[in-house]
């Protein structure tokens, strides 16, 4: 097995579990969706009960009914349509006329789509046919994936090869490998794909790329996923010949409504545009004096009368930004609360620099109260150890929704205040898709995480362990428990105790925290950590950036003693001596220590939970992901190593006793350079 087949792999069920045989399969209605839908259980049914599910138009006794809630088979069920709502599903084992049937029903194909997808999780993850009882109903309207993929086929910050989409070859050749995504975004209730990069090129909004996004959109639609597409600002002036961008400019206006008008004309069902302006270099209504919300409500005028949705990226930050780069995103957007038009949703990203191995939530979630927010993950490991280091980031997502914004009293969490969650995506055209199987499950849980932002990171880690490898109590507890700390493990050994931004320069691979001659100030990792001989962390409080000041005053009020901030964001807010005493009775510098040497012991654990499975995985899968754990156990120990070296260097303390000392100076850590790393 070489992992293509993800978290679908439908293979026999053990032979107890299969006695309860369905006998076939009988959609009611004749959508593409629900054509889906009852292909997919045909497919799903027939692996994991071996043998053939064939689809009929008679529900005898055994059979697995889609039928749409309070009608045909689902009569009875009417009662729990409004529970369902837009998207929900119920799947349920009842009798009619005598006949024991199992009934998916939903007020909507799309719910029919997302309720089969359940009824074969629930199988595949050791559950009976016989005691199905499920119901469940997206609580996230947009569940989207950004695909970081360039028009050449490369994918800025992807790690699992070139691009899916073919763009030479769309929109004639339909690679069957599209159908796949789009089954697997479906099981897990992504219902949207942002096709192009955020640094968008202006070509992927003319008519050539438009008809080969309109290919991609056809093949998508029978699993319930719309087409997006990076709209690049300055569009207007590279392909529609116009001497300007400038949002308040009529004629710019009019450009972007007729283009909404050619692209509706050939995708009907465009979801709308992602845009990155203003942001790094980027084109923007501040090229012309203007503000986001001028931009973002132009293009939103546009797509308007075709109901799409303009998702406007608040990742913000200049050069002109001296202080804190952190607080650049909250500072521009804030002030533009409730200036947004209806079909703007402002897209924040977790935390307030750049998806850090861990950072505190964005200072924005619960400041935009009459703006709709969507929360941006990033599902690529960019700042993770890229593919080959395993780190489940189920944890991550969990950290971030659960964060009581405190916005409006306890219980303000920024789970219960986003309309959209956007993941970066991390396939590509690798066999695997992802670069190694543990990365499966990121895409697996961001999909889940977006349909419950309330999830449970080690339930979905379980279910994932059991679907991509066996239901088996056995493998289902060792898997799980190596994801569970993975991502605290990295942490551990990149980024302790609330540092960030260490990694070197433009690759992101690798510790660089010495790095501090690059033009602009906040691209060092100097600015981040502040280390001196006295001590290190980078000060936002009141005697220093201020940044706790743009969260809630009960959060502010927490954070601004080092005592009662949290441990694990305790240097990202606070600037400590050395000898700074925590908790646990260590200084800071030993409590580092401690961190670096846990995040490396914690590899070695996962590597051996890993060998102790052998026996239970296919040798392909096992010999790739044995191979990446050994990468990863010996660049953990480069990653503690280069540090310690280097706070060394500048706070001239001994290691404590009994610490291993890295096995080269500094200097050697300082040469390491990495001519083939992705996006060097
Ligand atoms: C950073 C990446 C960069 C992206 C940028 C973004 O390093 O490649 O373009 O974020 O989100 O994480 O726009």
Do not use: C
């Amino acid at each position: 097995e070489d992992g293509y087949d993800l978290w679908l792999r439908y293979r026999p069920l053990p032979a107890q579990a299969r006695a309860n045989r369905p006998v076939a399969i009988v959609a009611r209605g004749t959508s593409s969706m629900m054509q889906a839908a009852a292909d997919e259980l045909s497919r799903g049914l027939g692996g994991l009960f071996a043998t053939t599910v064939a689809r009929a138009d008679h529900a005898g006794d055994g059979a697995v009914v889609l039928a749409r809630i309070g009608h045909d088979e689902a009569a009875s069920l009417r009662a729990l349509g409004p529970r369902l709502g837009d998207e929900g599903y119920v799947v349920r084992r009842i009798t009619v006329a005598g006949r024991a049937l199992i009934v998916v029903a939903a007020n909507d194909d799309r719910g029919i789509l997302y309720g089969s997808f359940a009824l074969l999780r629930w199988l595949q993850t050791g559950h009976t046919l016989g005691a199905v009882a499920l119901m469940s109903r997206p609580k996230v309207k947009l569940r989207v994936l950004d695909h970081w993929d360039n028009l050449n086929g490369s994918v800025e910050r992807g790690y699992a090869g070139q691009s899916l989409w073919d763009w030479w070859m769309l929109p004639d050749v339909r690679e069957p490998r599209y159908v796949d995504y789009a089954r697997a975004n479906a099981s897990i209730g992504i219902n949207g794909a942002v096709l192009n990069n955020v640094n968008a090129s202006a070509s992927s909004l003319t008519q050539r790329y438009i008809r080969k996004a309109a290919a991609l959109a056809d093949i998508f639609r029978p699993y319930g996923i719309k087409v997006y597409l990076s709209a690049r600002f300055s569009a207007p002036i590279e392909i529609g010949h116009l001497s300007t961008a400038d949002p308040n400019d009529p004629q710019v206006a009019a450009w972007w409504r007729a283009k909404a008008d050619e692209i509706y004309a050939a995708i009907p069902d465009f979801g709308g545009f992602l845009v990155k302006a203003s942001s790094e270099g980027q084109p923007g209504p501040q090229d012309y004096g203007r503000s986001h919300a001028d931009g973002a409500n132009m293009l939103a005028a546009a797509l308007a009368p075709h109901g799409g949705v303009v998702m406007w990226r608040a990742f913000v930050y200049a050069h002109d930004n001296p202080e804190d780069r952190a607080k650049q995103a909250y500072d521009d957007f804030h002030p533009l609360d409730g200036r947004f038009a209806d079909n703007v949703l402002v897209q924040v990203k977790n935390g307030p620099i750049d998806f850090q191995p861990r950072e505190p939530f964005h200072p924005l979630f619960g400041a935009m109260p009459h703006t709709p927010l969507m929360i941006e993950f990033q599902i690529t490991k960019e700042y993770l150890g890229f593919a080959s280091h395993l780190v489940y980031l189920g944890p991550l997502f969990e950290e971030t929704l659960r964060a009581d914004t405190m916005a409006k009293g306890a219980g303000s969490t920024v789970a219960g205040m986003i309309s959209g969650m956007a993941g970066v995506a991390n396939v590509g055209r690798d066999r695997d898709w992802t670069g190694s199987i543990f990365n499966q499950a990121n895409w697996y849980a961001f999909g889940r995480y977006a349909w419950d932002p309330t999830s449970a990171s080690d339930a979905i880690a379980r279910e994932w362990a059991a679907m991509t490898f066996a239901p088996d109590p056995a493998v289902v507890d060792r898997v799980a428990r190596m994801m569970a700390g993975s991502r605290e493990a990295a942490v551990d050994y990149m980024t302790p105790l609330g540092l960030a931004h260490l990694m070197g320069t433009d690759h992101h691979y690798g510790p660089a925290p010495w790095v501090s001659a690059l033009a602009r100030p906040e691209w060092n990792p100097v600015y981040y950590h502040r280390a001196t001989a006295d001590g290190i962390g980078f000060d936002r409080t009141a005697s220093g950036s201020k940044a706790i000041a743009q969260y809630a005053p009960p959060v502010a009020q927490r954070l601004r003693d080092p005592a009662t901030t949290p441990e694990r964001e305790l240097l990202w807010f606070h600037h400590l001596r050395w000898d700074y005493r925590m908790p646990s009775g260590h200084s800071l510098w030993e409590e580092l220590v401690v961190h670096y040497d846990r995040g490396v012991a914690y590899v070695d654990q996962m590597r051996g939970d890993w060998t102790a499975l052998k026996s239970n995985i296919d040798s392909e899968r096992f010999e790739k992901t044995a191979a990446l754990l050994g990468i990863q156990s010996r660049e953990a120990r480069w990653w503690r190593d280069a540090s310690l070296a280097y706070w060394m260097s500048v706070n001239h303390l001994p290691l404590p006793p009994g610490v291993r000392a890295p096995a080269h100076d500094l200097a050697w850590y300082k040469a390491e350079d990495f001519p083939d790393a992705p996006g060097h």
